[in-house]
């Protein structure tokens, strides 16, 4: 199944690429897309993005320049981007909560969380005065996992399978702990399906370290919303006006408009309890066109 790359999954990769693009010097293609774990088909479209990314009053020399070389990538950078950037208080303090979401995925006193301190030190804001909550968790249960990663130590785990109403024991090594869409995430490899899974940290009951080292993989993959064992089946619904919401969700593959105002979405199955209740939150709104689902 295809994983779903949200804009702001995007927006991260190619604010990472761009530096990354500066220091190689003139990397090709294909080392671009090996190092960011994606198709040269998706590095040229990031490249593309890149391109309208430019600062007022936008004149030429005021974007960001992507050259093309054969098969190989340069980015020069205009004045304006090599300039210290000087904040105002208001943008100091957004970056500051901003960072104190991120942090909260980041070792204690890694870079992030020191860079972080020494803003709230310039801003005068006292420490802890800033509180970000990024969803539900169980605080030893994020601890065990974090310490996992920093270690690279694999962790045990109970895990709820809401799709398919079952707890499971699983042994996981874990490579990226992040939160989105109001929840935590841990993604990294499961023994039990010896693959690369997704679980969200809130359905964890239980986590346990174990005494087994993992290698941690050159190229991790992209962070996404999709859980552990989700199924590859397809739910296919035309969608009235108040229920356009489920083309929005993460397990929206494909939205087709009509111009009577119907929506059609192609949805992710992740399992028959899964289905009944969205079928049921969405009820007359809703008309199944197809479904390779029991």
Not at 70 to 91: C, M, N, Q, W, Y
């Amino acid at each position: 199944m295809s994983q779903r790359i949200t804009s702001a999954d995007r927006y991260r990769r190619i604010l990472a690429m761009i530096p990354w693009i500066v220091e190689q010097g003139a990397p090709s293609i294909g080392d671009i897309a090996e190092r960011f774990s994606i198709t040269q088909d998706q590095v040229l479209a990031d490249l593309d993005v890149v391109l309208l990314v430019g600062v007022p009053p936008y004149y030429p020399d005021d974007y960001i320049d992507v050259v093309y070389e054969s098969d190989v990538v340069s980015v020069r950078l205009g004045d304006h981007f090599r300039r210290p950037l000087r904040l105002t208080a208001t943008e100091a303090l957004n970056v500051l909560i901003a960072g104190a979401g991120l942090a909260a995925a980041e070792p204690e006193n890694g870079p992030l969380s020191r860079a972080m301190g020494k803003l709230r030190v310039a801003l005068g804001v006292p420490d802890g005065a800033i509180e970000v909550a990024l969803g539900p968790a169980d605080s030893e249960v994020l601890a065990t996992l974090r310490s996992g990663q920093q270690e690279s130590t694999s962790v045990e785990i109970e895990y709820y399978t809401a799709g398919t109403d079952t707890l499971s024991q699983r042994l996981i090594d874990p490579h990226r702990i992040y939160s989105a869409e109001g929840h935590w995430y841990v993604a990294g490899y499961c023994h039990r399906a010896a693959d690369q899974r997704v679980f969200r940290v809130d359905r964890i009951r239980s986590a346990v370290a174990s005494a087994a080292h993992f290698e941690v993989p050159v190229h991790v993959p992209e962070p996404t919303v999709f859980e552990a064992d989700e199924a590859k089946r397809r739910l296919v619904l035309d969608l009235a006006a108040d229920a356009h919401w489920m083309g929005t969700t993460a397990r929206a593959e494909a939205v087709e408009r009509f111009d009577d105002g119907r929506r059609r979405v192609t949805l992710a199955v992740g399992g028959r309890a899964w289905m009944e209740r969205v079928l049921l939150e969405a009820g007359p709104d809703a008309t199944i066109v197809d479904s390779d689902s029991d």
